[in-house]
């Protein structure tokens, strides 16, 4: 055991962990969770203690060999190593500190070691000192958060892209299945297969788009601005080289904010990111519950598409089987919209010169982002690929409704059209064969009417006067 001390006094810390007495003290105040901070933000925090080091050294403020050992340490935990270390709670009170104090000691003690010293030995790496020069935990954490949160909307970007494309293919394969369209559950005019997974493209191509632009809005980071923002004990050629490190670290095109008190106080960005995540995942949920009802039955509901069968769907009946990747989908979507209310909350609950709720932010915000990374790919491959149709079902239920009355309405006008709907509901019989009981159209007529390509694209029928198509 070693000891270690701060201003609250002495603590025996194991010989073996690279934290000291800063995080010990964390770990005992904030056991909440269970969850440590996400390990993207452990990255992140790591790299603005490199990019760090590096300006420092080529400012002169710090010792080459202190410099080399801090810059090591930091290499060896961004390969892999020592990521055990990072121990605190990822929800934590003091906007961060914890989190930026147990940066600051794993990565002195490494860096000591590298230098032939014991852990513990601050006299040659001193995690304030030295690794924390120049910084505050108000401007590295809210950096770190930023770079984090780029980091993974990238690949979830990549991802809704894949979605979109999985939809828009089975929009080709599926755009001559004509079927019952339903407004309200109930039955409205026809509409192609095709055409809906072309809506839920649409959607999903604009949740691509918000997220792609989302990064934008976090690339201004407040590195220099130390406490609040004002940029306080750190020299004015560390403030603008820093972002310059940072920029080659990350290969991200961060710019140091203009005024620095603005993102170390204010936290709508993270709000506006969170909205558009929660955005994201009301469409996913949107989808996922069209294909369980446009599935349901099979042979009692609607019954329309077939989703892949991947498990066993009851312990108790046998032959069930469930929409549980949809399920799963719903679920994923419905923890999204929660966690951008905790994000909100926190964002709103900021206080003057800074937001102490910033970890909340954080782990609710990378939640979300690991959420979807997770389900668009389960998503994709485990039920939209495979989706396949029952294309006599969709026949045959558009031939049994009353919708196709709706493409009479210019031939013989709104109320005897109902009349035809009517009839349709009260004697089970089919449009077809109440329009040419009752003489109102010639057979040639009825049948251009009804051809699946001009009930499910843009035009209009008018009366024998006017026999022609109009779009």
């Keep these: ?60 403020a710090l010792d080459g060999r202190i410099a080399d050992a801090i810059i090591a340490a930091c290499d060896e935990i961004l390969s892999g190593a020592l990521t055990e270390q990072f121990v605190v ?59 984090a949160a780029i980091r993974l909307i990238k690949p979830v970007t990549e991802k809704f892209a894949a979605l979109q494309t999985a939809l828009q293919e089975k929009e080709e394969e599926f ?61 004015r050629d560390y403030i603008f080289t820093i972002i310059e490190r940072l920029r080659e670290l990350t290969g991200i095109g961060l710019a140091r904010a203009e005024f620095m008190m603005d993102p170390t106080q204010n936290c709508d960005v993270f709000s506006e990111v969170s909205g558009l995540l929660k955005t994201s995942a009301v469409n996913l949920a949107k989808i996922a519950s069209d294909l369980r009802l446009l599935s349901s039955g099979p042979r009692a509901g609607i019954g329309e598409i077939v989703l892949p069968a991947v498990q066993a769907g009851s312990s108790i009946m046998p032959g069930k089987v469930n929409p549980v990747i949809c399920e799963a989908v719903n679920q994923a979507a419905f923890q999204i919209m929660a966690d951008d209310l905790a994000v909100t909350l926190a964002a709103q609950a900021g206080q003057l010169e800074l937001n102490a709720f910033l970890p909340l932010i954080a782990k609710n915000l990378f939640d979300m982002l690991d959420l979807l990374d997770h389900v668009l790919p389960l998503f994709i491959d485990r039920c939209i690929k495979e989706i396949q149709v029952h294309t006599e079902n969709c026949s045959q239920k558009v031939s049994a409704s009353y919708i196709l009355a709706t493409a009479l309405t210019g031939y013989i006008g709104y109320d005897r059209a109902s009349e035809v709907a009517a009839l349709c509901q009260k004697t089970g019989r089919t449009v077809r064969e109440i329009v040419l009981e009752q003489q109102l159209l010639d057979e040639k007529t009825l049948d251009e009417i009804l051809k699946p390509e001009r009930l499910t694209s843009p035009g209009r029928a008018y009366g024998k006067e006017k026999r022609q198509w109009r779009i």
């Design 89 to 147: 709670d990822c929800m934590q009170g003091g906007a961060g500190t914890s989190a930026n104090m147990n940066a600051n000691e794993v990565i002195a003690n490494r860096a000591i070691e590298l230098l032939g010293g014991n852990k513990g030995d601050y006299a040659l790496v001193h995690p304030l000192d030295h690794v924390n020069l120049h910084q505050s935990t108000n401007d590295v954490f809210p950096t770190a958060v930023r770079i």
């Design 1 to 60: 055991m070693r000891t270690e001390h701060d201003m609250l006094g002495e603590m025996l810390i194991d010989d073996s962990a690279y934290y000291g007495i800063h995080t010990v003290r964390a770990m005992q105040n904030f056991s909440i969770t269970g969850v440590p901070i996400h390990a993207a933000l452990v990255e992140a925090l790591v790299i603005v203690k490199k990019a760090a080091a590096i300006t420092n050294r080529s400012i002169g």
């Design 175 to 235: 755009c001559t299945v004509v079927k019952v369209g339903r407004t309200q559950l109930q039955d409205a005019v026809p509409v192609t297969l095709g055409q809906e997974f072309g809506a839920w493209a649409q959607a999903v191509a604009r949740d691509r788009w918000r997220l792609y632009k989302a990064e934008e809005r976090l690339r201004q980071v407040n590195i220099g601005g130390t406490a609040v923002g004002t940029g306080i004990n750190a020299p």
